[in-house]
């Protein structure tokens, strides 16, 4: 029965077969499964009991099992194979994959729940070009399905019906839409909650149904014929499979969290000096100044690949570096790849034989706007060799980030060739390797410091080399700022949780102080707050008028105050693979209504947010998920989950809510991250009777030592809640790795929403004073390691 039961599965989802490929026979062999079919072979190989790998090898050709992006080891022996008279049926106690011998089918179950099956799987047409890849992997797809990924693109989030070029290209000045970014993944998620990742680094497409023939088409021009089917048991559990998978973030240094002064660019270093000094003064908190390609040039073309201070305009960057150092301010410099034939690194480059070359082997040199150029080849040891050399010159002299500009790469003919293959079959993977050289540097070089590495372009899986990508050149535009929480919101699906944009917008001369400070405000609650545009308006605060530089220094202070809510949102996407920007459909995955929007999100598990993205704005919709009732951030005043509210927008913040039942840990405004720490903080807790049981959390590190949950050198701070009719009870504790210093800390706890004033207050049993403020009440407790702390609140 359990058997016909599993083939009606199969069969009510699987609407077409390849009739010209014959099942012949199979083999395990490593708790892989080897079928031989007519015309090749099939390798089935598990990661887990929620991954597995599928690998067709058509005859004729060599198995590559080389993959630029899966880093997990293969689970050992998870899986199991029953045989009948016409199935094979590979499965473990999650994913299943039964193989239909004739006619051949594939399919893929989850806890016997179909997920995907292959249409006619491999085929390979003609020979192939750009528009009409050669070789293509087909799917069938059931006709309700949402799809999501492709990398960073501006469709709407739904992205089913787009044929999608993977080709990493900028999109220069771009508004409410772009079809192809700087960001081209070869990963398709599902609202059926499970993903397929298609492990090729050539150039390609993604068609997403746009026949409306309910078929999903990997199509590309050479490479693995591999795809990996991840499922999950949620939203979260899928995004955390699939980073297991691919790698997950390193820990970012906490600087990182902090406010960016940057745009392009600073051209001097008095110019730098003062305008650090001009924060300061302003008592603007600021971690790092961004230093764009006036570093190495005084002009814009002709001078890129110097990779050295112009010392006219830079005459003492050591000195520099050191006093932005001991004002708690770090340098970050953008590179580049292209070594311009007008550089002083060029004949070095060349006689060094570190660029890419012709088919005769020698430099390939093409115009692009900055001038004749080269391109390093990041894939030949001597290139990154040679390139790492210069990046650990300047950490040796101080810098403390880097800002990879240019790596799709921008411009890259299809005629030169790596050491890893032709321009078309690793463009895709190229910011991704730099990335990778530039991470495996400072574990070989400077193995005590978390790198700052900040690219335009990468592929699946960068986020294992601690890349933070942002999402390129946008128009300083409403239609710009619209288009980036989608932008944020699919990326961080996809592993890459801290896509951010350039905050007011970067392209065009569009002076607005009105959208400057709807993203600004929208910036405190995305991944990292760096205002970034062309020097015709500036974006940096300080140099705003009064009344813009008051309400976004409000703004900025605001994210220093939630410094410790947003590190453990990091540490959580480094620990569990978690977005910190998410969907509202991860609280709601069955909600139809959900799967194509994203004008409001989860700002991790508590927030939610809805940004402004038009002008003259003043009231808007918000619907408030139906797992929890939610709390005005800045009024308290409480909204029925479930129920969708038109609220009032003001000028001074866009629209934040809080989670009934959340934990939210704040500290006071401090001038930079070196200032850091929990000695005193506030901690929020949002009461709710609908919440009659919750927790949180409070990750506490250095800030700097990379691994430092590893090494075991941090501390948790664990919040529980248990609400009855007349009693709130909360325990607070903290767990200390062994190579931690943990010291006592004063905790102002303030529950919120109390409508009447509480009869007594206890801790630990004893009676304690406390205050009332309108309907918040304010308790005073000292949090000392390895002793729990409960509170009682009589009602």
Request: hydrophobic share 35%; with cysteine; charged share 20%.
């Amino acid at each position: 029965m359990k058997k016909i039961f599993l083939f009606f599965l199969i069969s009510s989802f699987s609407f077409a077969q390849n009739a010209n490929r014959k099942f012949e026979s199979y083999k395990v062999v490593q708790n892989t499964l080897e079928i031989k079919t007519s015309d090749g072979q099939y390798f089935i190989k598990p990661y887990s009991d929620k991954i597995v790998e599928t690998t067709f090898l058509p005859s004729g050709e060599k198995l590559n099992s080389n993959s630029h992006a899966v880093v997990l080891t293969p689970a050992k022996s998870v899986f199991k194979i029953k045989q009948s008279e016409n199935e094979l049926v590979f499965s473990s106690n999650g994913i299943t994959v039964s193989v239909v011998k004739s006619p051949f089918q594939i399919s893929y179950l989850y806890k016997n729940k179909p997920l995907i099956s292959e249409k006619n799987g491999y085929v390979k047409r003609g020979n192939g070009s750009k528009e009409q890849p050669k070789e293509t992997l087909e799917f069938n797809l059931e006709t309700s399905e949402a799809l999501y990924g492709a990398g960073a693109r501006a469709l709407g989030m739904n992205r089913r019906g787009n044929r999608l070029e993977l080709y990493n290209q900028a999109d220069y000045g771009y508004g409410t839409h772009s079809k192809k970014m700087n960001f081209s993944i070869p990963l398709v998620m599902s609202s059926k909650i499970y993903a397929v990742h298609f492990d090729n680094g050539a150039i390609g497409w993604l068609d997403l149904d746009s026949k409306k023939d309910n078929t999903l088409v990997y199509e590309t021009i050479s490479g693995r014929k591999t795809y990996q089917v991840i499922a999950g048991d949620s939203w979260t559990d899928l995004t955390s499979n699939y980073t297991s998978l691919t790698g997950r973030q390193p820990l970012i240094p906490r600087w990182v969290l902090g406010n960016f002064s940057s745009r392009f660019g600073y051209h001097t270093q008095d110019e730098v000096t003062k305008t650090i000094d001009k924060y300061i003064k302003d008592e603007i908190p600021v971690d790092a100044i961004i230093l764009d390609l006036y570093w190495f040039g005084k002009t814009v073309t002709g001078t890129m690949g110097n990779l050295d201070w112009d010392k006219d305009n830079f005459s003492d960057p050591k000195k520099m570096i050191s006093d932005l150092n001991s004002k708690g301010v770090k340098t970050v410099l953008i590179t580049e790849p292209f070594i311009l034939t007008t550089s002083s690194k060029w004949q070095d480059a060349v006689d060094k034989k570190v660029l890419a070359t012709d088919d005769a082997g020698n430099p390939f040199k093409y115009d692009f706007f900055f001038g004749n150029t080269g391109l390093v080849d990041v894939f030949k040891p001597e290139g990154k060799d040679w390139f790492w050399g210069i990046y650990k010159g300047l950490i040796n002299q101080g810098v403390g980030g880097w800002w990879g500009d240019l790596g799709e790469p921008e411009v890259f003919p299809s005629a030169s060739f790596t050491a890893q293959g032709k321009a078309d079959e690793v463009h895709n993977i190229y910011g991704h390797t730099w990335a990778k050289m530039i991470h495996e540097g400072y574990k070989k070089d400077f193995p005590n410091v978390r790198p700052f590495i900040l690219m335009r372009a990468g592929y699946s899986g960068s986020q294992s080399y601690g890349m933070i990508p942002w999402s390129g050149d946008v128009g300083r535009s409403w239609e710009g700022l619209q288009s980036q929480p989608e932008i944020a919101q699919q990326m961080g699906m996809q592993g890459m949780a801290f896509m951010h944009s350039d905050l007011g917008g970067f392209a065009g001369d569009y002076f607005d102080n009105e959208l400057y400070v709807r993203w600004l405000q929208y910036g405190v609650f995305q991944p990292v707050y760096r205002p970034h545009a062309q020097e015709e308006v500036p974006s940096e605060p300080v140099y705003k008028d009064i009344v813009t530089k008051a309400k976004v220094k409000k703004q900025i202070e605001l994210r220093y105050q939630m410094l410790p809510y947003n590190y453990t949102l990091a540490f959580e996407n480094n620990n569990k693979g978690l977005p910190l920007m998410r969907p509202l459909f991860f609280d709601e995955p069955t909600n139809e209504k959900l799967l194509n929007s994203c004008s409001s999100y989860l700002w991790g598990n508590d927030f939610l947010v809805t940004p402004i993205t038009k002008s003259g704005v003043t009231s808007t919709t918000v619907y408030f998920p139906k797992n929890s009732n939610w709390y005005d951030f800045y009024n308290g005043s409480k909204h029925e989950g479930g129920v969708t509210e038109n609220v009032a927008v003001s000028a001074d913040n866009i629209p934040v809510f809080v989670r009934g039942g959340a934990f939210i840990p704040m500290i006071k405004t401090i001038q930079n991250t070196t200032k850091y720490s929990l000695a005193n903080f506030d901690l929020h807790f949002y009461f709710d009777e609908k919440a009659t049981s919750s927790t949180g959390k409070l990750y506490n590190d250095d800030g700097l030592i990379p691994n430092a949950f590893e090494k075991e050198a941090y501390e948790i701070l664990n919040f529980s809640s248990n609400v009855t009719a007349k009693t709130i009870t909360l325990k607070m504790n903290t767990v200390v790795g062994k190579s931690f210093t943990s010291a006592d800390k004063n905790v102002t706890l303030l529950v919120h929403s109390i409508n009447t004033k509480p009869t007594k207050v206890t801790i630990n049993g004893a009676n304690v004073d406390f205050k009332t403020n309108a309907n918040t009440l304010e308790i005073p407790v000292v949090l000392k390691k390895g002793l729990d702390n409960e509170i009682k609140i009589q009602l």
